[in-house]
């Protein structure tokens, strides 16, 4: 069983970059298709970012550019560098994979195992 833990998250200026990391355990995260969902209130989650088993990436349009997804190995962990973030990045952001060996997907039906989130907040 695959259980994931956010950290990462925190407080900071427009303009300004966070690094998301996504601890796993009880199985290599290379094996999975893996993603980064956010969910701001009032609103439903969205994909962010998606890679799978091949580092074969995908983002949604509006962090194009200014995000990075990738995976650490060594530590077993996925990633998401946040680079001149904006007030509208801020939400509740959560790592989630899936046994699966496809094209990377946004799609939150695709995802099996999710971790609790961590909170990233922008100032304007």
């Known amino acids: 069983q695959l259980q994931l833990v956010e950290s990462g998250g925190g407080s900071v200026q427009a303009g300004g970059s966070l690094r998301l990391s996504c601890q796993a355990s009880?199985?290599?995260?290379?094996?999975?298709?893996l993603a980064w969902f956010r969910q701001a209130p009032g609103k439903e989650r969205e994909g962010v970012a998606s890679?799978?088993?091949?580092?074969?990436?995908l983002y949604t349009e509006s962090v194009k550019g200014r995000f990075t997804i990738s995976k650490d190995g060594a530590k077993n962990s996925l990633v998401l560098q946040m680079n001149s973030l904006q007030h509208e990045d801020t939400a509740m952001y959560y790592c989630?994979?899936?046994?699966?060996?496809?094209?990377?997907?946004?799609?939150?039906?695709?995802?099996?195992?999710w971790g609790q989130g961590t909170q990233v907040t922008v100032a304007s």
């Open positions: 989630a994979a899936v046994y699966k060996w496809t094209p990377p997907s946004l799609s939150i039906f695709e995802y099996a195992y």
């Open positions: 009880g199985n290599s995260i290379s094996i999975y298709k």
């Open positions: 890679i799978n088993k091949y580092d074969s990436t």
